[in-house]
């Protein structure tokens, strides 16, 4: 028996204990995804996103991002497109759900799972391309949080986020999938050390801004200096135009950023707090920091 | 034997299985909360800020905030505040880890935990105090999220939140942690009717915006209308002054605001998206759509 296009149908996998299984279920674990540099996209938005990359990635005559897809019948059944962005690329192969749930860690397996080749790129890399806006992540330890400083980088047009070497790995599913496919939007570099990010782009001509609850500079105050910019103004009364090429860096959860971070850096800004709250979440201050770029450099 | 004023020493709780030790457990599942108006505050800053407000409420001649308070020693020992906080207005009950473990949920409890009235306040009281901001969660589910747009709005500044009829249960632990105190810094309404919060809202001279993503107006050209705004200007080309007294609606986190609820705005906004993410995350959103109208009221 073989299909329209000739090829025999593919058995779907039902056993749960197969090697394959076992070794896809590995990903889940540091030492696995670190030896073959491969991690799992779980759920059809982060697959979609993967495979898009996949497809544009090989169209420009880079390297492979999607090395295995495995799905249930019932997914690609509701979402076509998937057979349609693996076409000629790679053949999607049918599992069945006992089988997807023991190759993923999630409690509810979403009909589909991807074997992604790592995605990240050295910081050279990142600078060669004349980046405007990156954020950085430095010591960031929950898997959400760098999820949600990832998926508003992107949202923010960012051309890059780099994550400081004690950070959490974003490879790790639970902040893959947090990044709702974002992760494959933008270049990455891992487990980079601040002084040294810090100084590589000053020298490319880049401001380091670090997000500090106690900052001297208030982005309110940037943001007004930026929009109220006359033609002929060389500097600001803050000393810096928000408009420039500049590196956020971002810290930890619990500390914030330490002082050597801080001292890294070019300008500490301080995110307005018009309320009670006494701090604000690292997700949130990210996101109010990289729009507030986002907005002057659109404008710039 | 008796203490250096007179009093005498309060016996640690040490039993697991006391039923004052199940009842406090019992307020983990939403019937318990709902027949006793109360709910558990976990953690050093959530009962700080719990203790402050019960304090403050008070002193306001207002109602009880926090019934009991239960920590270790340890805990009591680490943040000598905790006593001054209560001092006068209730007596901290010394509780073992393992009682602590018993009355809370959370896999690590962090020394001490609250038992508090509810504190939510009908939307008359929220109209009465003419508010500026008000941001609304429409059938939004996910704890973290609510959470997050809590947490957002007390940062912006905002005079309240109102919950959907269909959202979470902003008392369930998972939520009021992730509040990380904000819950007690500005009045929650609970189980409202987007299109009846709307109507009143209207009627007050409130504008109601609905973060879309697919909204004819965009947040950019809001701001910098307001911005741009002159002495004698009256109305903007997009039809509406940021910096008006303004409702935030924000939906539900998988399928947005629904039909009626986007027909019970004035105004559907976008927030822009500059990168290739495909949406942003609620809490995103809610961040970057309260803290524009809370830059535009302070300027206006």
Known sequence: ??????????????????????????????????????????????????????????????????????ASRECLDRYPEFEELAEGLLSIRIASELVLAAMTDTVHPQGIVAVCRFVDVPLAEVLSRKPKLIAMLC??????????????????????????????????PKAVRS????????????????????AQCRAAGIGVLAADGYGALNLDQLQDESAARSFDQETPESGYWLEKPSLWLFGNEAQGLSTAELESSDYRVAVPVYGAAESLNVGTAATVCLYASARAQQRG
Do not use: W
């Open 1 to 70: 028996m073989t299909n329209d296009d000739g090829r025999p149908p593919a058995i779907p996998m039902t056993n749960p204990g197969a090697d394959r299984v076992k070794d896809v279920a590995k990903l889940a674990g540091r030492p696995s995804r670190t030896r073959r540099k491969q991690f799992l996209a779980e759920g059809p938005q982060a697959v979609r996103e993967a495979l898009k990359a996949h497809r544009e990635c090989l169209a420009a005559g880079g390297t492979v991002v999607v090395d295995e897809v495995y």
């Open 139 to 172: 010591r960031i330890q929950d898997p959400g949080n760098a999820g949600t400083v990832l998926r508003a980088a992107d949202a923010a047009g960012a051309d890059a986020v780099i994550f400081s070497a004690s950070s959490v790995d974003v490879y790790n």
């Open 179 to 198: 990044t709702v496919g974002s992760l494959f939007h933008l270049p990455v570099v891992l487990g980079a050390e601040v002084a040294e990010v810090a």
